[in-house]
């Protein structure tokens, strides 16, 4: 099958929705946890609950919606319509999760903010799955999908970056608390579903070129899990990812305690967030360079290994002045565009791997497993940070100033230090392991083969 060309609109259109993505993905783990304990005065233990159920219910949820978006695309060769669903559901839910009614009580705040955190990550799961899915269908070329993969993580990264430093800085101006917040939540929203919805319009002339017209599968929820599972390829890249997800949400979640109770200035968390994401569009370049002339692979390591000694060295952060912290967080940066880009490059080939293996399209199937595993990693981030606070003796309030115990605050500086260093770490041997040959035997047979050791 020749392969298509594709234009910058295409690049563009399709990397927009990087910029809806980021919001959701950005937000949440930086504010919710904080807004949970420092605003709404829910216990951390209660917290970490609250900010994990609706992410677990994704895991089921994500694989459902690409089941669906897989029949969507044999159908009507088109998954535009999930796109279209997600970017008009999402803002509203959104909005609603960061709108607690004040004097309702912790119970009742952390009920009602679970509920709409569980109805956002369902719209986000409807845009997301059939997002990922798209760039193994439009393009058969290795190149192309590495440059729309460029593409989207320059924007993601942009937008991750927008969000990291707009977002607390729409709550502070209106001096934090329930106005704060609801600002905060419109603003995020409105930009939200600008990239969602104009990503879906820009790539409304798209169809994929690599479904044919026998009909992709149609899996159980079960059977999704199995397939990607003995898909040795994507079993490993899926595995490093996760783990680097539980990393960086980790990193992510105690940004804002870390600039409060370490740094000692609690607007300080947009700056950090800059610190974290301007190198990032910086060496973006470089990396797809690295990428087209030593292999994805060894980026994806070498990415990794430099944001690892960034967030080893950010263990001295209170013993150093300010200027060396932000310079550290810029280290962990540069590691961050690699480990965003290489994973979402390689999965593309995984995927047609597995359709030239198998002689079968099943984008949805893989992309829903996968989107549960980055959910999930994204959700357990902020959990273990919010453990690790609950066990350190964090102190939760409903908006005034608590002085913490020395505990907590070695609590707060671990999780954003040592416990993404040592995450990441244990991603290395995965990485490392990664390989796709289009003429290796069956998935099933290699599984047996790798179980007994020949």
């Known amino acids: ?116 955190f569980l109805l956002a990550a369902s719209a986000f799961a409807l845009f997301q799955v059939p997002y990922i899915a798209m760039p193994a269908e439009i393009t058969d070329s290795v190149e192309e999908r590495t440059t729309m993969m460029s593409w989207r993580v320059a924007f993601l990264a942009f937008g991750i970056l927008l969000f990291g430093v707009g977002a607390p800085a729409l709550r502070d101006a209106a001096s934090g608390g329930a106005s704060g917040y609801l600002l905060m939540a419109v603003g995020v929203a409105s930009v939200i579903a600008i990239g969602m919805l104009g990503c879906w319009w820009a790539l409304r002339r798209t169809r994929p070129v690599t479904l044919d017209s026998s009909g992709a599968p149609s899996h159980s929820l079960r059977q999704q899990f199995a397939v990607a599972w003995r898909t040795r390829a994507f079993r490993l890249l899926l595995a490093a990812f996760v783990i680097q997800a539980l990393a960086t949400g980790a990193m992510l979640a105690a940004a804002q305690y870390f600039a409060t109770y370490v740094l000692g200035k609690e607007s300080m968390s947009d700056v950090l967030f800059a610190a974290l994401i301007v190198p990032a569009l910086v060496v973006m370049p470089l990396w797809a360079w690295v990428g087209h002339h030593h292999g994805k692979r060894a980026g994806y390591l070498l990415s990794s290994v430099v944001f690892l000694a960034g967030a080893l060295m950010l263990l001295a952060s209170s013993l150093v002045p300010s200027a060396v912290v932000l310079v550290l967080v810029g280290l962990c940066g540069i590691g961050y565009a690699g480990m965003q880009m290489f994973p979402l490059a390689m999965l593309p080939d995984a995927i047609a791997a597995d359709a030239a293996a198998t002689g079968q399209q099943r984008a949805g199937a893989f992309t829903g497993v996968w989107t549960a595993g980055e959910t999930v990693g994204f959700a357990v981030g902020p959990a273990l940070v919010l453990l690790v606070l609950a066990v350190s003796g964090f102190v939760s309030s409903s908006g005034e100033a608590v002085d913490q115990p020395d505990s907590a605050r070695v609590g707060v500086l671990l999780t954003f230090s040592v416990l993404p260093a040592l995450l990441v770490a244990a991603s290395l041997p995965l990485i490392h392991r990664f390989h796709i040959d289009p003429t290796d035997p069956p998935q099933e047979e290699q599984h047996e083969h790798s179980a007994t050791g020949t």
Do not use: H
């Open 1 to 116: 099958m020749p392969d298509q060309s594709l234009g910058r609109r295409t690049y563009l259109g399709y990397a927009l929705g990087s910029v809806g993505t980021a919001g959701f993905s950005t937000v949440p783990g930086l504010l919710l946890a904080y807004y949970l304990t420092n605003s709404l005065g829910v216990a951390a233990a209660v917290a970490a609950v609250v900010v994990l159920v609706p992410k677990l219910w994704d895991v089921v949820f994500l694989p459902i919606v690409g089941t669906l978006s897989d029949r969507s695309a044999q159908r009507r060769r088109s998954r535009r319509p999930f796109l279209l669903v997600g970017g008009l559901t999402l803002p509203a839910v959104f909005i609603l999760m960061f709108s607690a009614p004040t004097g309702i009580g912790t119970g009742a705040a952390a009920a009602w903010v679970l509920v709409f």
